[in-house]
């Protein structure tokens, strides 16, 4: 897929953008935790054919963007805030759709950004408390201790749909991001911005 990679300064901090393909409408990807753009380039790719993609790496996630965290307290206003920044910053006329995975599903209900028409949200995070189930609490524990590819795909096996493998490329990600990367997950309760309206 042609594409650019831009590292530009979103809401003062350093955030990466993969961007792709063109025309009138513009979608904007916003992936969820542990997940930089470029664990999204098959759906990027599909993207691409059709609109104008940005997807970004989210700050203090693994990936391009900045490793700084973002306090707990606040942190989706901060978010909501970036995503907006983000937005204007990449968009000069619209209609803008935010499509958003787990957190970044989060981060797109918290954002207000009057150019957003649609958003799409795939497993959305913040909608309810985290509820953590016994299996994949025993597998992401044995993916945090263990560090390897196999406690990755086991982890990534629970989390898919039934009949469904997960990416070669994403079980590698996984590995490394065990290996390399405080993660943190939860981005609590969400408060849905009031914007116009949306579907």
Partial sequence: MPHENVLTSVHDVDTHLVIAGDGDQTVVVVPGTNFPAAACLPLLTAMAGRCRVVAADVPGQPGLSSVERVAAAGRLEWYSQWLTSLIEHTTTHGPVTVLGH???????????????????????????????????????????????????????????????????????????????????????????AATGQRS
Avoid at 125 to 152: E, N
């Fill in 102 to 192: 787990s957190l970044g599903a989060a981060i797109a209900l918290a954002c207000d950004s009057p150019l957003v028409d649609h958003q799409v949200l795939v497993s959305p995070g913040g909608l309810t408390r985290l509820r953590i189930t016994p299996r994949l609490l025993g597998t992401s524990a044995a993916w945090l201790l263990r560090r390897s590819f196999r406690a990755s795909a086991r982890l990534l096996h629970t989390m898919h749909a039934p009949g469904h493998a997960a990416r070669a490329e994403l079980v590698e990600w996984m590995a490394l991001v065990a290996r390399h990367v405080r993660t943190s997950a939860d981005p609590g309760g969400v408060t849905i």
